[in-house]
């Protein structure tokens, strides 16, 4: 009688697996069974929807990898040459004569700049600069 019921459970596994995929089994089946047995949908329904989830959880994924529309905004802006800003008071007078007593700072993040490497990009933020036709040397 035992072998008899092991034959049939695993017949019934089997089928399941079969229709359900291979990491299907009859716990997973029995579990299911539980969820939706009050709900109004068909099983090829809620395989489908079951399914669609799959598809869009993983796309989902993809996007979120890249990023969210927001900071994809904040890269792309922060591409557009800006640039820096001087903020050096103007009644110190030390900023006339001593390069190192200048503040400017990123026009993004306020982050102080280096005057003497004018770099590309702000270090802090990534904000690309234009020194160009912009006297901050006075």
């Not at 400017?104 to 700049?113: H, Q």
Request: hydrophobic content about 25%; charged content about 30%; some cysteine.
């Amino acid at each position: 009688m035992i072998e008899k019921d092991i034959s049939q459970y695993l017949s019934l596994e089997q089928r399941a697996r079969n229709l359900f995929g291979e990491n299907y089994d009859l716990e997973n089946c029995v579990e299911e069974l539980r969820q939706y047995r009050n709900t109004t949908l068909s099983p090829e329904q809620v395989r489908t929807l079951q399914k669609r989830f799959l598809d869009v959880s993983l796309r989902l994924d993809e996007y979120m990898a890249i990023g969210t529309p927001e900071e994809w905004r904040e890269a792309v802006t922060k591409q557009i040459s800006r640039h820096p800003v001087d903020k050096t008071k103007p009644d110190s007078g030390y900023g006339n004569y001593y390069e190192n007593a200048r503040v400017i700072v990123c026009p993004n993040c306020n982050g102080r700049l280096k005057l003497k490497s004018k770099g590309k990009y702000c270090d802090k933020c990534g904000q690309k600069l234009s020194w160009e036709n912009h006297d901050v040397t006075k």
